[in-house]
């Protein structure tokens, strides 16, 4: 039986999922999210549709990767379990498969400081992880460290990972990301963008703090 908190989290899980593919964000079940719950994670079941999703057959995954026999959590929980493994801060974890972000991520590019919103991702780029198959260690290697000082990066031939310390955080910035990754498409088919510096995006960092609440 489900506490109300436990069954609360579990929804708020389903209820991003379906926001994903109502803004065109993702596409299908190719998406997953996770939340930091008690010593281990909530996370997405494999295959399932959104739209038949009930909060019980969410996941729940302790931080050995243990979880009930009768149940199978999404082909990519490695990475979802490791970066909460090594990001004691961030609590939530989306990935979806974006058209422009996932467009950049098949040309293997970074997002460079094209608007000063890039700060929102925690640095001046959003990083391209390497390409792994989907759901290996390797992938997850490549994810954990793409991540580093970041709160997004894109996947190589694959998608988008976006944090935070919320899920209405996470999937704020993944929408920004999307953005991003829009506007610097939009720029490569006029030429090279100018770019801001790196000290430029410094400063809007520092100028952004508590900004968080826009997205919580």
Request: aromatic fraction near 6%; proline fraction near 6%; include cysteine.
């Amino acid at each position: 039986m489900l506490t109300e908190n436990d069954r609360e989290k579990r929804q708020s899980i389903i209820d991003a999922c379906l926001r994903m593919n109502a803004i065109g964000i993702n596409q299908g079940t190719s998406g997953n999210i996770s939340l930091r719950h008690d010593a281990g994670m909530l996370i997405t079941p494999t295959s399932l549709p959104y739209e038949e999703m009930t909060p019980e057959q969410i996941v729940l995954m302790d931080f050995d990767g243990g979880f009930a026999p009768a149940q199978k959590p999404s082909s990519e929980w490695r990475f979802h379990l490791d970066i909460l493994k090594a990001r004691p801060e961030v609590n939530a974890v989306v990935h979806a498969h974006p058209p422009y972000a996932t467009t950049l991520a098949i040309m293997g590019r970074a997002i460079p400081p094209v608007h000063y919103m890039i700060a929102a991702a925690g640095g001046d780029t959003i990083r391209c992880a390497p390409y792994a198959t989907f759901g290996t260690e390797q992938l997850s290697r490549h994810a954990v460290s793409a991540l580093e000082g970041r709160l997004a990066c894109l996947l190589a031939h694959h998608g988008m990972i976006a944090i935070g310390p919320s899920l209405a955080r996470a999937m704020w910035l993944a929408v920004e990301v999307e953005a991003l990754a829009r506007q610097y498409h939009g720029c490569l088919q006029i030429g090279t963008p100018p770019l801001l510096s790196r000290a430029e995006i410094d400063n809007v960092r520092e100028r952004m703090k508590g900004y968080g609440q826009a997205g919580d």
